[in-house]
């Protein structure tokens, strides 16, 4: 990820005890009365399964059973089924003794498990869907796409920031039927920027909003801009100066419309927080929502949820593991319309369990794609995870559900690059060797 190089370079610096750690963590998280949602809690809760075994959660209980061996592997059958049999019908015979079947060809000896040798679904490739969710639909996405947007609906247009270094956004069509144009609808880069050969970063956002899409990148040192295409009037587009913008959302109230920055700073308005691009107000208005305590090291990731409450986050040091807090919609109207931030942590924090590196709406909740970077700073991911949210009956609060899996990684032959909502949808990005699409995922009715 190109923002990496800025937005996370303190964590370029962690050990790889911390980053050990937080792969622990990630596998870590439990429900509340249960013993496990899936077998990451097991072997978590429990530590390593007996020799042969392999940990299996059934019915909320860890369990353990037989290793389930790859398709095609037979280490060790011949051995035990031969052994101890009777002697006559068995020795020497021309079928068991020292056929090729039977003496270690490579399909009766082991064949290794790689992403090669990995059996794929066409939709969802080696991910496997979680219990509670079904897949409807799937679409093939374009190469170098660095983030995707889709309109509210009933019909769904979808949008993209495609290239790495002069980042540009494009129309991909209408869901399902995509037909990604060949042309750009806007450059995501100000004037002054175009051309630059090194130090500019586009960054993984793309969010629709009030008939407009909001991109950002930033540069060396921290400088960063956020870009505002005007869908019905191109000729309306501006850029904003937001240094260090991580992620963003867009967020409504009544008549207000507003974009939540996840940045340090908007306009001429400059620390760690959750900043909104207003609008809805003539002319635009730059209104810092939520301060950041001094703890954060970071930007972290932000989403806003159908029903309105709103999730920020930032990065701890000193493994620059990213935390998550819930925030209602009231108390965001409320520093809206007063122009007084709030303090983000003292609002209920999400528990994650884990590192991640992704955030979006799903419905009246929000998933994130939990993980951990390993020693060569690449994110190894274990699941995709859903928690509910809802305004609770006192003004102001939230209540936070239990981590519910959506999606989780058996290995990393198929790697998510994306998280959206469509509707009350999910919308992930998928790529693997059979290349890139896009595939809606919505809660089982």
Known sequence: MKYADVKRAGARTKSLMFATASLVLAVATTGCGSECVDVYDCRSENGPAPAGQEWTCASEKCETRPIQQVPGEDAGTDSESDAGT????????????GTETDAGTETDAGTEYTCETAPYDPVLGTLQLQAGFETAGSAPMPDDVLAVAVTPGPTYAVYAVQGDTSADVYSLGIWPDLTPSSSPLFNVLAPEDRGATSGIFPNRFLVHGAERLLAGYTKSGGAGTVSLYDVVTPGNSSYVNSPGNMSAAAFTSGTTSAFLINSTGLSAINGF????????????????????????GGNGFSAVANNGVSVFGFAVPPDYTNVAYAVAPSVVSAALSSNTPFALDAQPQIDVGSDFNAASAFGDGVVVKRGAYDATWQFVTTDVSRYSLSADATPGQVVIGERTPVLSFVDQCTSVTQLTHLGSDLLVGIEDVNGERLVRIRAVP
């Open 273 to 296: 927080g959750i900043y909104a691009l207003v609008t809805s107000a003539d002319p635009m208005a730059s209104v810092k929502v939520a301060d950041f305590p001094q703890t954060a």
């Open 86 to 97: 009777n002697p006559e019908p068995d020795a020497g015979t021309e079928t068991d003794a």
